[in-house]
């Protein structure tokens, strides 16, 4: 048997050879499932202290407590996105070496947690939408703890920050650990206005250069799509435009990058739109 298990061990070892696609360890290795993980945690209880740690938080001490995990992730983070830059660099998309790629990582992290109080702020807004738009919602505690739609809207809004700074990798990995943990598949590269409600949301999926605007519902099963999948389309608009105060019911598919769904529209549930309509708009099935 240890001959046999020999034998495949050979040929694996061949088949990294030949094939590549090995992360080796050292100073130039790429960012990491579980750092990330980690990190994405730990801005989720930065982002809403006392709901995730199943910890009670004293007020007195919530600034010490704050100030430690800050501290933790900035450097945590501050590793990864390093290891991505230098990525970009080996890919020839980025110019900064060693030491320069450090410097931009620094830079990057500590302009995200400036940022953080904006999109905390941001994403209060979300929350107020969700308990506004579901009678079921019982109160914003709820929402936070349990509905995976709110997660999702909170990571994606991290992940974004990343992306658009084009820090490469880091931003996909954040959402697919919450595409994974709810089943919503929303690219950091979309852009959403604040006061997004997703309502249930398992099997929504929204593409990387959707636009979303403000005060905008969601159920489970849309897709803001492309017409096409062609690598040839990429970088330039291939998903939809959904302007403000638009519902969008379970099941409807809207792709192109040159729709838009006017403002106040109502689009019914399992259509499909693959060109624009105006503002107010009804759009629906005939049963």
């Not at 090995?22 to 499932?33: I, T, W």
């Not at 703890?145 to 809207?153: D, E, N, R, T």
């Not at 990387?208 to 905008?216: D, L, M, R």
């Not at 379970?250 to 689009?267: C, K, M, Y």
């Amino acid at each position: 048997m240890m001959k046999r298990l020999e034998k495949s061990i050979d040929t694996l070892l061949e088949n990294y050879d030949s094939h590549g696609m090995v992360n080796h360890s050292g100073a130039e290795n790429l960012p990491g499932r579980q750092s990330i993980d980690k990190i994405v945690r730990g801005l989720e209880e930065l982002l809403f202290p006392g709901y995730l740690e199943n910890l009670y938080t004293e007020k007195d001490s919530l600034r010490k407590i704050t100030g430690e995990k800050v501290v933790n992730i900035s450097a945590s983070l501050c590793s990864e996105v390093e290891k991505s830059l230098a990525f970009s660099a080996r890919m020839g998309d980025l110019k900064c070496g060693n030491k320069g790629c450090r410097a931009v990582a620094a830079l990057v992290v500590d302009e995200f947690f400036e940022e953080l109080p904006k999109i905390r702020s941001i994403l209060c807004k979300d929350l107020e939408a969700a308990v506004r738009g579901d009678p079921a919602a019982m109160s914003a505690d709820e929402v936070i703890l349990s509905y995976p739609g709110f997660q999702a809207i909170a990571v994606q809004r991290i992940a974004h920050f990343f992306y658009s700074r084009q820090v490469p990798l880091i931003p996909r990995m954040m959402s697919e650990l919450v595409h994974r943990r709810t089943g919503i598949d929303i690219h950091p590269g979309a852009q959403i206005g604040e006061s997004l409600f997703i309502d249930h949301g398992t099997g929504i999926v929204i593409g990387e250069t959707a636009v979303i605007g403000k005060n905008v519902k969601l159920y489970q099963g849309v897709t803001l799509g492309a017409l096409s999948v062609k690598k040839e389309v990429a970088g330039r608009k291939r998903h939809p435009t959904i302007e403000d105060d638009v519902t969008i019911y379970a099941n409807a598919t809207i792709l192109g990058g040159e729709t838009v769904i006017g403002r106040g529209s109502i689009i019914g549930g399992s259509v499909w739109i693959i060109q624009s309509v105006p503002q107010g708009s009804k759009i629906y099935n005939k049963s």
